[in-house]
């Protein structure tokens, strides 16, 4: 097979894209097109386009998506309050989609031939990749040189960009990496590669330690339409600005720290350390409110369906019909998810206060310790003597045998 002429690669500056955006040139020989999605990585987008140009790419295109990253899959996963093995709210998982989504339009509109990626032969990220490049463009061809080429380590790299005079922002002073988005940070790898070692609390970029964060709680209220948020403290306001402002307003009160230790889809544990504050606030919030708006049925279904639908997420399979399908069962149950909740963030804690909603179907009419007149407390008794009928059948059944 001979090699790609034309590979849309897609960048984000950091150790991994910069050497991989050189090997590319000096393997192939291919014309290389550098591709940036802004998801809401702030100043590290800064020196992206001359950094590309200077290591070798004839064209960088990077593009705002921070739009369509809330609305389209951050918002869809927090309708469905997804979360990977009980910690980790898949900031990092649905981001991929997206950026492989876009990455493919461009290759078609740049009249590419192939699409490369810098995620590792070891990692999740491949599989988010390549399972998107699969179900979008299967005609292209995916370069992987993570599986391909002789460098074996982060280390390796390092010394690659040290001898190709490419400018990376890690080191062996600090040997971990990170990824960011709007919704979150993500850190992994070099000295949090040892589960047991603290993280160092100069890594955090989002969140103030929960031990330094202001002694006095903050209150916030949050505004939900259809499973959405749409506003907080009464002022409505733009998916990317709202997630903005709660991000600023947990991080200051240390809200959104998790470090876990997660179980990759290609069989291995890797431990990975998060920073999630708007997003820990919505997920809570989003909880409480369908507490008093959803059947009791329809919420103990869709909860029987998280688990799956989480790990559907972080395998990557975002474009899956399952996935699909089932976040069509997700969507339709939030369609009374409507009204308010109020929390309280104290030092790292989120703490829900109050909710309300027009659609509610807490009635303190039926729930009252109160004398009322709607409902029979000896209905109970028939009730209970239905569902018991099985349980007191098997008991005189062993009470005969022995």
């Known amino acids: 097979m001979s090699g790609p002429k034309k590979i849309v690669l897609a960048y984000s500056g950091g150790l991994d894209t910069s050497v991989i955006l050189r090997w590319l040139l000096a393997t192939y020989g291919a014309e290389v097109v550098a591709y940036t999605a802004d998801l809401g990585q702030g100043e590290e987008l800064g020196a992206v386009r001359d950094k590309a140009l200077a290591t070798g790419a004839s064209r960088v295109r990077v593009e705002d998506l921070r739009e369509p990253f809330v609305r389209e899959f951050v918002f869809p996963v927090l309708r469905a309050n997804a979360v990977y093995e009980s910690g980790y709210l898949l900031g990092t998982s649905f981001a991929r989609p997206l950026i492989a989504r876009r990455q493919v339009e461009v290759a078609r509109e740049e009249g590419a031939d192939a699409v490369a990626h810098g995620a590792t032969g070891k990692g999740n990220d491949q599989v988010r990749f390549e399972l998107t490049y699969a179900a979008l463009a299967p005609e292209l061809r995916v370069v992987a040189p993570w599986r ?32 960011r988005n709007l919704f979150h940070v993500s850190y992994e790898g070099g000295i949090l590669e040892d589960p047991w070692a603290e993280p160092p609390p100069e890594m955090f970029l989002l969140t103030v330690a929960p031990e330094r964060a202001p002694d006095r709680p903050a209150t916030v209220e949050l505004d939900f339409e259809g499973g959405d948020p749409v506003a907080v403290d009464g002022e409505r306001l733009g998916p990317v600005a709202l997630l903005e402002r709660l991000n600023r307003l947990g991080g200051a009160h240390g809200v959104g720290r998790a470090d876990l230790v997660e179980n990759r889809y290609v069989g291995m544990k890797s431990r990975g350390v998060y920073e999630t504050p708007g997003g820990t606030i919505l997920h809570l919030a989003h909880r409480a409110l369908e507490s008093i708006t959803l059947d009791r049925e329809v919420l103990h279904l869709r ?10 997420v972080y395998y990557g399979y975002w474009y899956a019909p399952e996935r699909e399908a089932l976040q069509a069962l997700v969507d339709e149950a939030q369609r009374d998810v409507t009204g308010t909740v109020r929390l309280r963030l104290y030092k790292g804690g989120v703490t829900v206060t109050g909710r309300r909603s027009p659609r509610s179907l807490y009635r303190p009419d039926f729930a009252t310790f109160e004398e009322d007149q709607v409902y029979r407390q000896q209905d109970a008794e028939g009730f209970i003597r239905l569902n018991a009928l099985r349980l007191r059948i098997r008991a005189l059944r062993d009470r005969a045998r022995d």
């Not at 909860?303 to 559907?312: F, I, K, N, T, W």
């Open 148 to 179: 391909e080429w002789d460098l074996r380590s982060r280390s390796d790299l390092i010394a690659y960009a040290e001898r190709h005079g490419i400018p990376v922002p890690t080191s062996p002073e600090r040997p971990y990496s990170t990824d």
């Open 303 to 312: 909860d029987s369906l998280v688990v799956r639908y989480a790990e559907m």
